[in-house]
């Protein structure tokens, strides 16, 4: 059986490139990850999914 993958996920403003922890941001790929993916989606402390 394959071991289970972790992505470490960090948003970046679409306008800057730089990192941006606005739950917004990160809401706009995170879904699609996890749609696509069985893999355990790890997030910086600030961002939503991190309070789960």
């Known amino acids: ?4 993958a972790i992505v470490h996920l960090h948003a970046r403003d679409p306008r800057t490139a730089g990192p941006d922890p606005r739950p917004e941001i990160f809401q706009r790929f995170q879904p699609r990850i996890a749609a696509e993916t069985d893999a355990v989606v790890s997030a910086p402390a600030n961002s939503p999914r991190s309070a789960r």
């Open 1 to 4: 059986m394959p071991e289970p």
